[in-house]
């Protein structure tokens, strides 16, 4: 085949591509989203794809996202969980367990806490429940018996420390240190927090909240925002503190963008060596094929407009004892198996809802990530981040709203939080803040 150039920009072109793909006798890669170009040699080449290959499951079918993420349908049954050692025989829990429901409800126009109406009739200042995530503005679904999953890249890879490292949270960044009553986090470990919690005396089964849905300026791609709840058991200053967490989060080095995407994570042993991000290892089995974890989240609230949000619960089914969590009010998107944990295979101890940002402080000073929507908490409904309607699930099986709660924040001038109570919202908080200002440095 002869290849003919019509001017001296192509042959550019051609030039460059040539000298990315093949240089040194090694491949190399051109980073594109955030991923930044480096050499590759071969080897760790192949270890990326081997591993991607084993990550990367055969579809049914495959759905190209909006966004450039290409979203698989695979089945059930060759999900990425059934990898782990401890689910070789696992059975799928065919019989859906009962979602926890609220003993007594009282139904009432849904209303900002100030007095506002939310009602969605609105022009301005509503809250909007529709389609939810990119891949499905084309239209196409999963088959049934298949589960949709994110394709993981080589780039995905690239942008992580190591292939160890990828889809994990790093342990340097796990809790070093912490008072006997605060919840899982630290200053100084580069993290930093607003959030609220429960006692750690408690019994819990589980926890649910409404969050608002942003997409906060990120500075650097090794730094990310995010907005979760925390299912806890076990010590923090050991080695064996079990955690489940779901919500939504901006990481560009995780996802290769700044989009707001829905996310899971878990870990038996304090962050060290079990569990990952989303179904970037085994372990979550997952059983609803509408719902991608690690896909982009549309729309998206807006500054004194329109507020998109999402509910999120996570609760242990009484009858198998697995951890499930739930999307909406009657959503199942899948389910941690209880075999995976050791604390967790009982009850939890704490709960936490909030956000967390990291501030590596790359050019000497406090990072410009935003937390939540970038503002601070005092700012109200249609500028700031909020979780509403806070509530952890009891022995039976029950909804009760979070009375007692305790708020946290490192750094008020760089992030705060502000909760209160009322009729529509239960116990809810505002949160978040622009990081680095003429305060926080």
């Known amino acids: 085949m002869v290849i003919r150039f019509s001017n001296l920009h192509s042959r550019l072109v051609f030039v460059l591509l040539f000298f990315v793909l093949f240089c040194n006798n090694g ?26 290959d084993n990550l990367n499951k055969p579809p049914v079918l495959s759905i190209q996202s909006p966004d450039g993420d290409i979203i698989d349908c695979v089945h059930k049954r060759k999900q990425p969980a059934f990898d782990h ?37 609105q022009n301005e200042g509503y809250i909007r429940r529709d389609a939810w995530q990119m891949w499905h503005q084309n239209g196409k679904k999963c088959p049934k018996g298949t589960v949709p999953v994110r394709r993981s890249t080589v780039h995905d890879v690239l942008r992580s420390n190591s292939l160890y490292d990828f889809g994990k949270k790093r342990r340097s960044n796990a809790p070093l240190a912490r008072r006997a009553d605060a919840p899982d986090v630290v200053s100084g470990n580069g993290h930093e927090h607003a959030i609220a919690y429960t006692g750690t005396s408690s019994e819990i089964y589980g926890a649910k909240a409404t969050i608002n849905v942003w997409d906060p300026k990120i500075e650097v791609i090794n730094e990310f925002s995010l907005s979760q709840i925390w299912v806890l058991s076990g010590s923090f200053d050991g080695s064996d503190l079990n955690s489940i967490e779901a919500g939504w989060q901006v990481s560009p080095e995780l996802y290769g963008d700044s989009r707001p995407r829905l996310f899971t994570y878990w870990t038996s042993d304090a962050y060290q060596a079990t569990g990952c991000y989303n179904l970037l290892c085994s372990g979550f089995i997952q059983t609803n094929s509408r719902i991608a974890i690690g896909a982009a989240i549309s729309p998206l609230s807006e500054f004194e407009g329109s507020q998109f949000d999402v509910t999120i619960v996570i609760w242990k089914d009484p009858k198998l004892g697995n951890w499930w969590m739930g999307f909406g009010e009657n959503t199942l998107v899948g389910y941690w198996p209880a075999e995976l944990f050791t604390h967790l295979a009982d009850r939890a101890t704490m709960v936490e809802w909030g956000g967390e940002v990291v501030n590596s402080r790359a050019n000497g000073e406090h990072t410009s990530t935003g937390m939540g929507s970038g503002h601070f908490a005092e700012d109200g409904f249609g500028k700031a981040s909020y979780f509403r309607n806070l509530e952890i699930v009891d022995s039976d099986n029950s909804l009760i709203s979070a009375h007692d709660i305790s708020t946290l924040a490192e750094n008020n001038n760089c992030y705060n939080i502000k909760s209160s109570s009322s009729s529509q919202w239960g116990t809810y908080f505002y949160y978040g803040g622009p990081g680095r200002n003429d305060q926080c440095r």
């Open 85 to 121: 050692p401890l689910l070789k025989t696992h059975k799928i829990q065919r019989v859906p367990p009962k979602m926890p429901t609220v003993k007594s409800m009282v139904k009432t126009q849904e209303e900002d806490p100030s007095g506002k109406s939310a009602n969605i009739s």
């Open 27 to 52: 491949r190399s890669v051109l980073g594109m989203n955030y991923t930044k170009y480096r050499k590759v040699g071969n080897l760790r080449l192949a270890r990326i794809h081997k591993h991607l």
